[in-house]
Nanobody
């Protein structure tokens, strides 16, 4: 069973930095290599809708939401099993629950999207 494991959230003062990690569990390395997949970080601030923050597509191309560029970056390990979201110059508006998503393509396109349970990030002023 595919699972998504998130880590790295917590509380930070304004101007601080955090790194969130997301790892795919329950899929062996050979399958992960042959199964095209995209990995993304979304966030949902209190009282607001969920939004895409950043992702790495099935070809390994990174994307960061335009207004977060310069403060947020995303990277993936060579095994394509883990993505890191590095966040700097955090402000209270970045306070949200952050969710990792894995979307499958090609030979694994029949697999359902996998979501983590979310991890809280709180930025205090």
């Amino acid at each position: 069973q595919v699972q998504v494991q998130e880590s790295g959230g917590g509380q930070v003062r304004e101007g601080g930095s955090l790194r969130l990690s997301c790892s795919i569990k329950g899929v062996d390395g050979a399958t992960l290599t042959t199964c095209s997949h995209a990995m993304a970080w979304h966030r949902q601030p209190p009282g607001k809708e969920r939004e895409l923050v950043a992702d790495i597509d099935a070809l390994g191309v990174p994307y960061v939401k335009y207004d977060l560029k310069g403060r947020f970056s995303i990277s993936q390990d060579s095994a394509k099993s883990t993505i890191d979201l590095t966040m700097s110059e955090l402000n209270p508006e970045d306070t949200a629950r952050y969710y990792c998503e894995v979307e499958w393509y090609d030979a694994c396109r029949g697999w359902p999207d996998a979501w983590g349970q979310g991890i809280a990030v709180t930025v205090s002023s």
